[in-house]
Each structure stands twice: as structure tokens, then as C-alpha cells.
């Protein structure tokens, strides 16, 4: 009797020790990112999720797995989330000539004839240019445009998105003649003609005529778009402003095994989205969420179609404008609070973010967890910040603008109203947490440049000295959990992902080096080594 117990406790001891795993990652510096920011050597993970993390000896004792790896103490993070991109609009720019970066409209035409020379039907479209690098910084004409393509529609889209040049040919097929008057937009005319300029709603006059891409080149580059961020660490993306066809191709091809990307998907403010939400109810898979609805309030700072209390500082007559009637704001506020969605509005200048945060502290009545969210918050008047706090509304900011405007914003904005643009730390104040993204393709998608900008507030030649705005840095932990926990919070997700907690699903990255140590050269030149997505790795660094 006593052998047959003893081995009975020997049996029970032996299983305790020899749990199974399928994945242990042991000897690494795993930032769990929880509520006390512990961190710890290993982890293991079953069935895509995290099962147990502590020392190296602990989980190398208790479990055993069908694969170990040695992260050779390098740090392993959360996968990151940005929390305000445009995954699928990424996915369909890398069609588009690329005009980032160009320092003359000149150059902008250069890159055009040469992409034109692979690219040879249909329409030319491109994205990336900004003005406000250019020597004599003027928005362009399609002159230029009308002379080398005079057959072949040509849409540019700004940086942004919140403008665009057409050429002639784009502009008969839209049928736009003359300079219509468009709510919250602008066709710009100069001596009576077209100067082929659209700014924000306009734009859609046009580039609602491209043809939509068809379902291989749709899978196509979203494939491309993924591998792309999985390589910079990116697990989760806020999708901000889809249609809900696009979620229906998007879920087909997660559940095809296709998209291994998590998306969190804000639909679009209009009526189509709204009936299907509102009847179908929230999407919820474990690669998907979709519960809240992204409204615009007003263009960008750059095109000057950000709403200002006051005029431009460089543009005397101009304020900017709201994209549609304040009374319109208020009726969809209402319409999603009864069916408990969530409302994410992209508001940039001070009269726009007023608009829309008085709206919110109207509708939610006070403190709340409904997690409405204004998107960039990038311009507040002083006396409007406490707004975003009564009403626990979240900031989702993208810290790449700030040091991508800095060196113009200041003659949009002037010196005093400056001072609370790209208010980061200020904004973080209001209700202890924010979420951080990166607007791409408006920005790269690298999470690092993220990180970078957020903590040092420089660009990459270390201007300005101090740093812009220094005073509104965030801490790298504080960016750390923008980049995980935060961003997972304002998206509902905060008890399933953004921390590497037991419970939790095993998206994580291993990277070259660490975020909390590491100093400004090492953040930019910072790589991916492995990424993982329930527990499944997807990258690997050659």
C-alpha cells in the first residue's frame, strides 16, 4: 500500500514538473508591461496564450515544450498596437507612386514619368507630397501635370490626405468644372480656372471615380502590408475609417488563415455603416474587433484645413473649417451613445477639438468607461484640456506629427497658441493614460520612430536642440505603454493583449535592443528580431 502511494505522489510530482508548453522563451529581459511594469526572464505558452512567466529556473522546471528558445538576454516586449493608423489605405499606397519625402514639385514629376514607365494603364495615382518642403513651399498646379499626361487621369494625394492635385483628365471624368462650393472642402480656383487643387472633402470628387482594386490585388497588397509591419513589431492596428464591405473581406481572410494581422476597426461615419453596425451588433473574433465608428471633425494642419478659433498666422483670412455642421456632430454622438458604441473623431485644430469635446461632455454626462476617443488632438486652447478628463475622454496622439510639423507649425499657429500643440504630456495628465499610434501612411509605420519622437521630441539630426516642446515628453515607460497596454485599453482589449501577463495572448517580439536603456541612435537603428502572434511566430530577421 505504501508503494502504491508513494508512487502515486511520484507520478503527481513528475506531472507538476513536466507540464506541457508549446512554446518556452527563457533567458530574455520580457518587459511584462503589467500594472507594476515588472519584468521577468521566461515565459511559456499554450495554445496561443501566455500559461506562466517568472525566472528562467522556474518555467524551464515546470513545463516542458515542443519548442525553447534562448532570447540571449535580449529584451522581449508586447506586441506593439498602434492605436490610429490606416492599415488597408497603407496596403493600397503601395501601388501608388511614392512622393514622400520630395523636396520640389519638379522631383514630384521626375518620380511620376519614371513610375508611369511600370506602372502604364488606368490611372496614375501617387501619395507622399508636402509643400511645406519645398523651397518656395506653394501648393502645386496640374499644369505640369496636364502637359505630360494629357490622356491618362493623375489623382497626387498630399502627405495627410487631406488634399490632392488632379490633373484635367481626372477632373472631366469627375465631372468638375468649375469651383463648386462643398461642405468642408475646398476645389481651389486662381483668375478663374481650375487649379486642379482639392483640399479634404473635395478630394472625394475625384478619387471616388478610381476604380477599386479587385480581390487578388486586394489580398495582394494587404499580404505585403503585413509582412511589412509584422516586421517592425507590429501585432494589433486600429484600422480608422473602413467601409463595412472592406471588414467583410478582411474577416474572410482572417478566418482563411490569410491575414494573421489583429485589426481593431473603426467604420466610417455614414449612414450604411451605422444601419449594419447598429443591427449586426459588435464584431469580435480573436484577429478582429469592431465596435466604434471614426468621424471627422476637420482637415490638417498642414493643408491649412484644420478648424482654428482664430485665423492662420501665415493666412490672415483663413480659419479652416469644420468638415460638416456641428449639428451633425450632435446627432451622430447621440445615435452611437444609445447603442453603445464607441466614437473616435479626428479633430487637429483648437475650434474643432472645442466642437467635439463640448459634444462629448454633453452626451457621456461626466466620468465614464465608454472610452470615446479624440483622434491627434494635436491643437487645444489652455482652457479646453479639463474637458478631456470630465468626460473621461481618451487622447489617441501620434507623436510622429509633431516632429514631422514642428518646423512649419509655428508659422501656421504663432507663437502663443503653439505652446499647447502637441501637448502629449499634457494630454496624459487628463485621465493617467493615452494611446499612441502613427497615422501611417501619413508617417511611417515604424513603432520606433513612435518611441523616438515621443520620449526625445527630435529628428534625426538631433533638431532642435532640447528638443521641441520638451516639456511635453513622455517617459519611455510611459511610451511603452502607450505602444502596448494603452492602446489595448482604448480599444477594449486591455484584459487579452498589450501586456505579457498569464491569461493573455502570446503576441510579442524579441528586439536587438532596450527601449528603457537604450540611447537616441540605438532607438532609430533598433530592429525586430522574431515577432510573434498567439504564440505563432510570423517574423524573423534574416
Known sequence: MKKILFLLLATVLLSCKQNNADLIIYNGKIYTVNQNFDVAEAMAVKDGKIIAVGSSEQIQKQYTAKESIDAQQKPVYPGFIDAHAHFVGYAQSLKNANLVAAKSWDEILDRLKAYAQTDKEGWLTGRGWDQNLWPDKKFPTKDKLDELFPDRPVLLTRIDGHAAIANQKALDIAGVSKAIKITGGEVVEENGKLTGLLVDNAVGLVSDKIPAPDQKQFKKYLLQAQQNCFEVGLTTIDDCGLDYET????????????????????LSDSEKNYDFLFKKGPIKTDFLNVRGFKVYADGALGSR????????????????FLLSEPKHFEEV???????????????????????ILKIYNQVLGGKNDKRWRIEHAQVVAPQDFNLFGSASVIPSVQPTHAT???????????????????????????????????DFPVEHINPMLTFYAATLRIDSQNYPKGGFQIENALTPEETLRGMTIWAAKANFEEKEKGSLETGKFADFIIMENDLMQANAQQILQNKVLKTYVNGQKVYEKK
Not at 509655428?410 to 502613427?438: C, F, M, P, V
Request: charged share 25%; glycine share 8%; proline share 1%.
Open 247 to 266: 471588414v467583410e473581406a478582411l474577416d474572410k481572410l482572417q478566418k482563411d488563415g490569410d491575414l494573421k494581422m489583429k485589426l481593431y476597426v473603426l
Open 305 to 320: 484645413g484644420a478648424c482654428l478659433l482664430q485665423h492662420y498666422s501665415d493666412m490672415p483670412n483663413k480659419t479652416g
Open 333 to 355: 454622438a447621440k445615435k452611437i451613445n444609445e447603442h453603445g458604441f464607441q466614437m473616435c473623431t479626428h479633430a487637429i485644430g483648437d475650434s474643432a477639438n472645442r466642437t
Open 404 to 438: 514631422s510639423d514642428m518646423y512649419w507649425a509655428k508659422d501656421r499657429l504663432g507663437a502663443e497658441r503653439i505652446k499647447t500643440a502637441y501637448a502629449y504630456k499634457q494630454l496624459l495628465q487628463q485621465n493617467g493614460w493615452l494611446a499612441l499610434g502613427t
